[in-house]
């Protein structure tokens, strides 16, 4: 993957990657103060690469990716796809939206209300879709049930 450096600066491509870097942080459920520990640098300094207000090195996003399971390469994926405005607002606010839905849907423990919660989220949104919603249930090995 290349990218257009008529497209982006170098400034804001690291604004993007330390985006990319914190959204994955909070999905994977740490801390900076825990990524910091396991990079063996200070929650500030995760806080200055996720701000973009320090770059990140090869070698620290390479090890960035292999702690939030991830290549290295993800933190670029899509930026030729993207205008260089990654500061809209509506976007920001649903992308918080959905890493805490995500975030919280993870710590839920039994596998069965998971599904359960994600298969009503599913009706819900074929639903505002204007669709009728699939009887199909995830595959945990259960059923649909015939109402």
């Not at 994977?28 to 990140?56: C, F, H, W």
Request: net charge negative.
């Amino acid at each position: 993957m290349s990218v257009d450096p008529s497209n982006f600066t170098a400034s804001e491509v690291d604004t993007i990657v330390g985006e990319r870097i914190r959204r994955r942080r909070i999905l994977a459920g740490l801390t900076q103060d825990q990524l910091g520990e396991a990079l063996g640098v200070s929650y500030q300094q995760i806080q200055k690469y996720e701000t973009g207000a320090n770059r990140v090195s090869a070698g620290r996003l390479y090890l960035l990716a292999e702690r939030l399971d991830v290549s290295p390469g993800w933190f670029f994926e899509g930026l030729n796809d993207l205008d260089g405005d990654d500061g809209d607002e509506e976007l920001q606010s649903s992308s918080r939206f959905t890493i805490e839905c995500v975030r919280s849907l993870t710590r839920i423990s039994d596998e069965r209300v998971r599904t359960s919660v994600l298969n009503m989220i599913r009706a819900l949104a074929d639903a505002d879709q204007g669709g009728e919603a699939p009887k199909r249930a995830v595959s945990n090995g259960h059923q649909p049930r015939a109402d």
